[in-house]
């Protein structure tokens, strides 16, 4: 029998916890469960530190960050190693992850002051005497929850973004992956010389649960959707704002006249890398019929060599969360039942820690495998008739998270057309690794936006100022106002916006 790998609490004690390597089972590191009076001192310390940060300037602030910043790029390969031992993924793909992270810090720091700082706003006829000006100030604290799949990279951005706006951080990791959440508050709280301006607190679902409850300014979560309805639920005790970053299932295009080698090579990077956990992973792949057959050649060539395992050679790693491994198998199996083909891999692709992997052709559209994200190395490859047909199959689900498109004449067509947050033209997650983009989804796949200006916006207020520089020409706001004044504004109003003027 094999060793449960699920994060488990020390018999006698329920202090703490342990992470293991899903790759053997080995114990990575021993944490702490911290309850509910922890949390609150972390957010109250927090509470504290916020005062000092966000009374910094932007300037001030942008270099902590980016000091920070340049501690985490001159030590990756100590964080890639931890990340490499909680989640099992080859060292490779956990620094790429941890260099896209590293690019956003930067992009944070260096735009919050363009982004956040005061605007001028035109004040319009009507105002004409008042300067207006609108800023963007920190919420205070902010709660972040992370997942497992992407340790750095996925909080990072809330973390980040949250911190360069002027918030101080309370972050829970996931309980898969604490020593990464761990190493990153340690390191900033290096360069802060103490300040708990990022605090971990360590546990499971109930830490996670004490942090929505406790006095944070907002809640970023990001997860499956099931525990971001629960941390909607819990935030809703105190009208506590949250911003949900939850699954998707999200497809891949691949028009008549697209590069097939290229569009191939990209779904299977897209399904299969990170074990395929990942939330804009590639889950389903629309074919035009005219070049199936061709591209599937094409996938079916590059796929060969390409298998999972604990080796160096290996590209794929383990599944990290062991519950998961029933339930790639369970889509698997439904659509074989339902008559799907296999053309690699299969339902004894799904080992005790690895699944290898799979490729499945002509799936019914009301599989598990297609309706459902199944988070492993699996692809489930279709063909359309259209790229009418493609777009609605796409937009088909409930979930609206990202996607790709392969066409050389209409690829920018049919990506508008695709309702979800984000879309990658003839390469896939690209989006994720531009830190001017927003990232996030629609339906259930959450709401609110990371990266990018929106992602800076999201964690802080806006604040509008009017500053009378002289007095109006028309005083409408006294108890001194008269007929004359009120006849003045009707014919000031009517003549701005009475006529049949177009926007032309
Ligand atoms: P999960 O929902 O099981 O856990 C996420 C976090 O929530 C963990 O830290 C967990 O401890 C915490 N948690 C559990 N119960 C809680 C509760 N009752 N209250 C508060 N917190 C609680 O998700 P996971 O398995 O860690 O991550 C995988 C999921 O995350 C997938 O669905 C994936 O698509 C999604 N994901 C989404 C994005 C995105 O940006 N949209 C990015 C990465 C992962």
């Known amino acids: 029998m094999t060793a449960t790998l699920e994060p488990t609490v020390e018999s006698g004690t329920a202090a703490t916890f342990e992470s293991l390597n899903p790759s053997n089972g080995d114990l990575v590191g021993v944490h702490p469960i911290a309850d509910k009076v922890q949390v609150d001192a972390a957010v109250a310390r927090a509470r504290e530190a916020a005062g000092w940060w966000g009374a910094l300037s932007f300037d001030d602030r942008a270099e902590y960050l980016l000091t920070w910043r340049s501690v985490i790029t001159r030590r990756i390969a100590q964080l890639a190693e931890i990340s490499h031992r909680e989640t099992g993924k080859p060292h490779g793909d956990a620094q790429l992850e941890i260099v896209m992270a590293i690019d956003h810090i930067t992009w944070a720091a260096k735009n919050a002051k363009k982004v956040l700082g005061s605007h001028k706003v035109p004040s319009g006829l009507l105002m004409a005497n008042q300067a207006s000006t609108v800023e963007y100030k920190p919420l205070g604290v902010v709660g972040v929850i992370g997942p497992w799949n992407y340790p750095v990279f996925t909080p990072m951005g809330s973390i980040a973004y949250a911190l360069a706006a002027g918030n101080t951080v309370v972050f829970k990791p996931s309980e898969y992956t604490p020593g990464v959440g761990q190493w990153l508050a340690d390191t900033l709280t290096e360069v802060l010389h103490g300040y708990p301006v990022l605090q971990v607190v360590t546990g499971l679902g109930k830490t996670g649960n004490a942090l929505c409850v406790a006095d944070v300014d907002k809640l970023a979560f990001t997860g499956s959707g099931a525990t971001g309805k629960k941390v909607m639920a819990a935030c809703a005790k105190n009208l506590t704002p949250v911003i949900i970053e939850a699954g998707g299932k999200d497809s891949l295009i691949v028009d008549e006249d697209a590069d097939l080698a290229k569009a191939a090579e990209a779904a299977l990077w897209g399904g299969m890398s990170n074990a395929g956990q990942t939330c804009i992973g590639t889950e389903r792949v629309y074919v035009h019929e005219k070049v199936f057959d061709a591209f599937m050649s094409e996938i079916t060539e590059q796929a060969k060599g390409l298998r999972a395992g604990s080796d160096s050679e290996a590209k794929i790693g383990p599944i990290t969360m062991p519950s998961q491994l029933k339930i790639?198998?369970?889509?698997?199996?439904?659509?074989?039942?339902?008559?799907?083909?296999?053309?690699?891999?299969?339902?004894?692709?799904?080992?005790?820690?690895?699944?290898?992997?799979?490729?499945?052709?002509?799936?019914?559209?009301?599989?598990?495998?297609?309706?459902?994200?199944?988070?492993?190395?699996?692809?489930?490859?279709?063909?359309?008739?259209?790229?009418?047909?493609?777009?609605?199959?796409?937009?088909?689900?409930?979930?609206?998270?990202?996607?790709?498109?392969?066409?050389?004449?209409?690829?920018?067509?049919?990506?508008?057309?695709?309702?979800?947050?984000?879309?990658?033209?003839?390469?896939?997650?690209?989006?994720?690794?531009?830190?001017?983009?927003?990232?996030?989804?629609?339906?259930?796949?959450?709401?609110?936006?990371?990266?990018?200006?929106?992602?800076?916006?999201?964690?802080?207020?806006?604040?509008?100022?009017?500053?009378?520089?002289?007095?109006?020409?028309?005083?409408?706001?006294?108890?001194?106002?008269d007929a004359k004044t009120d006849g003045n504004a009707l014919q000031m109003i009517t003549m701005m916006h009475g006529g049949k003027k177009t926007l032309k």
């Open 328 to 481: 790639i198998k369970s889509h698997i199996d439904d659509a074989i039942a339902r008559g799907a083909k296999v053309v690699i891999g299969g339902s004894d692709a799904v080992g005790e820690r690895f699944v290898q992997p799979t490729i499945l052709t002509h799936v019914p559209e009301d599989s598990t495998e297609i309706t459902e994200e199944t988070f492993g190395p699996t692809l489930a490859i279709n063909p359309v008739r259209s790229m009418d047909e493609a777009v609605e199959l796409t937009n088909a689900t409930r979930y609206g998270l990202a996607g790709a498109v392969f066409s050389k004449k209409n690829g920018m067509d049919i990506a508008r057309r695709i309702r979800s947050g984000m879309t990658s033209i003839n390469s896939v997650v690209a989006f994720a690794a531009v830190p001017a983009l927003p990232f996030g989804g629609v339906g259930e796949s959450g709401f609110g936006r990371i990266h990018g200006p929106d992602g800076l916006k999201e964690f802080t207020y806006a604040k509008a100022i009017t500053r009378q520089k002289f007095k109006p020409l028309m005083m409408l706001t006294s108890f001194a106002r």
